[in-house]
């Protein structure tokens, strides 16, 4: 199975921060990155595809990048509702396996 | 609107059995591969099984080969978990989602992630 690495587990920020979380794969994926966000008892929202697509809907604040093995989050500057915990998937292999996950915290 | 209900979740002893149901509206559900995810309390994602559209091809992580079965009934447009022999380390929350797929010429191609997601049902055990 893939495993997937993401640094931080969680981090501090203020409103207007420019935030990035990592993602490491244990071995190449291409492209087949996926970024979720999930609020507090909610479940997860799709964000971006394919390392660097945005999901429709989803703010231009928030973009990716990365291929191969080692992946990025983006958001440009932080907006109260960015408040969450943000999970990567590789979607390169069954089983589809996820990162433990980086909670974005208040400052 | 794309819709996803789970339900049958609750409190069971170890060694017990509960089928969960997820309950599809707003888009074509045959055409589509459906998921299953948990979410143990206060950790991370786990996937669980997949099942293709026509439900000829079924997948599952190691963590529960074997004691879950996952199914679906295109006429009712409803998604299943048949889980049996659970143990403690099942507790936790299950969603499932539809996988968002790339449909061209009236074919869907599952592509291993999930664009729509139940609100989730929490499974229990404990004795």
């Known amino acids: 199975d893939i495993q997937m690495t993401q640094s931080p587990s969680s981090l501090s920020a203020s409103v207007g921060d420019r935030v990035t979380i990592t993602c490491r794969a244990s071995?190449?994926?291409?492209?087949?990155l996926i970024w979720y966000q999930q609020k507090s008892g909610k479940a997860p929202k799709l964000l971006i595809y394919?390392?660097?697509t945005l999901q429709g809907g989803v703010p231009s604040r928030f973009s990716g990048s990365g291929s191969g093995t080692d992946f990025t989050l983006t958001i440009s500057s932080l907006q109260p509702d960015d408040f969450a915990t943000y999970y990567c998937?590789?979607?390169?292999?069954?089983?589809?396996?996820f990162g433990q996950g980086t909670k974005v915290e208040i400052k | 609107e794309v819709q996803l209900l789970e339900s049958g979740g609750g409190l069971v002893q170890p060694g017990g059995s509960l089928r969960l149901s997820c309950a599809a509206s707003?888009?074509?559900?045959?055409?589509?591969?459906m998921t299953w995810v948990r979410q143990a309390p206060g950790k991370g994602l786990e996937w669980v099984s997949l099942?293709?559209?026509?439900?000829?091809?079924?997948y599952y992580a190691d963590s529960v080969k074997g004691r879950f079965t996952v199914s679906r009934d295109n006429s009712k447009n409803t998604l299943y978990l048949q889980m049996d022999s659970l143990r403690a380390e099942d507790t936790a929350v299950y969603y499932c989602?539809?996988?968002?797929?790339?449909?061209?010429?009236?074919?869907?191609?599952?592509?291993?992630?999930?664009?729509?997601w139940g609100q989730g049902t929490l499974v229990t055990v404990s004795s």
């Open positions: 989602a539809k996988d968002a797929a790339y449909c061209t010429n009236g074919v869907c191609y599952k592509v291993g992630y999930f664009d729509y």
């Open positions: 707003g888009f074509t559900f045959s055409n589509y591969a």
């Open positions: 099942i293709t559209g026509s439900g000829s091809a079924t």
């Open positions: 071995q190449s994926i291409s492209s087949h």
């Open positions: 394919a390392a660097s």
């Open positions: 998937q590789q979607s390169y292999s069954t089983p589809q396996t």
